[in-house]
Nanobody, 126 residues
């Protein structure tokens, strides 16, 4: 059974750090592009960051550039999101997404991704 399982969410104070993980399992072939999205209550899902198959290219939403870093370890089929200098507006459910396809610029468009995790909650207090 193909599965993406996020972990690492929690509560943190503004200015702090958090690292999210997403473990991929059950895929017959390696997933290629992977990404993080987030959705706050009453708001649309938005892209956070994306990464290509071998981790050499990344793409970030303007709102997180310079603060968040996406990475992956294909040896353990895991995607990461290092969140630094977090702000209250980063509060959201964070979702991991994957697709068995690759692009020169990792896409930040949700419709591209056909595998999704259940999400992990991040709450930033001021």
């Amino acid at each position: 059974q193909m599965q993406l399982l996020e972990s690492g969410g929690g509560s943190v104070q503004a200015g702090g750090s958090l690292r999210l993980s997403c473990a991929a399992s059950g895929f017959a072939r390696r997933v290629n592009s992977m990404a993080w999205f987030r959705q706050a209550p009453g708001k649309k899902r938005e892209a956070v960051a994306a990464i290509n198959t071998d981790g050499t290219r990344t793409n970030y939403a303007d709102s997180v550039k310079g603060r968040f870093t996406v990475s992956r370890d294909n040896a353990v089929n895991t995607l990461y999101l290092q969140m630094n200098s977090v702000k209250p507006e980063d509060t959201a459910m964070y979702y991991c997404a994957a697709v068995q396809g690759d692009w020169y610029t990792p896409p930040l468009l949700a419709s591209v991704y056909n595998y999704w995790g259940q999400g992990t909650q991040v709450t930033v207090s001021s």
